[in-house]
């Protein structure tokens, strides 16, 4: 199984630019999630779907966009790049049921200058 | 918002001695929690979890205790080896709305 798939690994944007990091798992996973990890911070929730068609904002949702058209699929999106997004970016998913583990993603890195 | 968060930043610990993690958590309502380990350049791996019924929960050189009253977990490792040099995060699990802390650093020293 190749669990959580996240691509691409390392992206360098500049300013206003925009593009959409990739997430796809076959687990068959209702939940779906997009975090982001800065130094010290921890990882900070952006954006939830607990299924197809069905989002969610988190704790930092400005300046990104989600869609859940698949159960496989949750791309995010990024419509004008800030340097203030340059992060490392995880996506995870998980049954529907509170009582079961998040999987994640090895992770984007991308940088914004 | 309810919120769980960790004690200290970074932990270092001699190898073969034993590591202890805790975890702090605000939601007297929450019933699931789940350690993390992260290594670095990858993702949060699933380590073990626990639930409010239980006090005390062991996997292969890990166990996690949960205290209710004072609303505080904590995860053990046995005989700490090099390769548990990572960070840890501890995750209440109970809603859509998941948060995590931000993590310890344990340095296991030859």
């Known amino acids: 199984n190749a669990g959580v798939t996240q691509t691409p690994k390392f992206q360098v944007l500049k300013t206003g630019q925009s593009m959409t990091l990739q997430c796809a798992q076959d687990?068959?996973?209702?939940?779906m999630s997009w975090y982001r990890q800065d130094p010290g911070m921890g990882l900070r929730l952006i954006h939830y779907?607990?299924?197809?068609?069905?989002?969610d904002q988190g704790e930092v949702p400005n300046g990104y966009n989600v869609s859940r058209s698949t159960t496989e699929d949750f791309p995010l999106r990024l419509l004008s790049a800030a340097p203030s997004q340059t992060s490392v970016y995880f996506c995870?998913?998980?049954?529907?049921?509170?009582?079961?583990?998040?999987?994640f993603g090895n992770g984007t890195r991308l940088t914004v200058t | 918002g309810e919120s769980v968060g960790l004690h200290l930043p970074t932990l270092s610990v001699q190898e073969g001695d034993n590591s202890i993690i805790n975890c702090a958590y605000s939601?007297?309502?929450?019933?699931?929690f789940i350690w993390y380990k992260q290594e670095s350049g990858k993702g949060p791996q699933f380590i073990i979890d626990?639930?409010?019924?239980?006090d005390k929960r062991q996997g292969q050189r890990v166990t996690v205790l949960l205290n209710k009253t004072v609303k505080h977990l904590s995860l053990q490792i046995a005989a700490t080896q090099p390769g548990d040099s990572a960070v840890y995060f501890c995750?209440?699990?109970?809603?859509?709305?998941?948060?995590f802390g931000a993590g310890t650093r344990l340095t296991v020293k030859p």
């Open positions: 995750a209440d699990n109970g809603s859509n709305d998941m948060r």
């Open positions: 626990i639930r409010s019924n239980m």
């Open positions: 779907s607990v299924g197809a068609g069905i989002t």
């Open positions: 939601n007297s309502a929450s019933d699931y």
């Open positions: 995870a998913s998980r049954a529907y049921d509170y009582n079961s583990p998040l999987h």
């Open positions: 687990m068959n996973h209702e939940y």
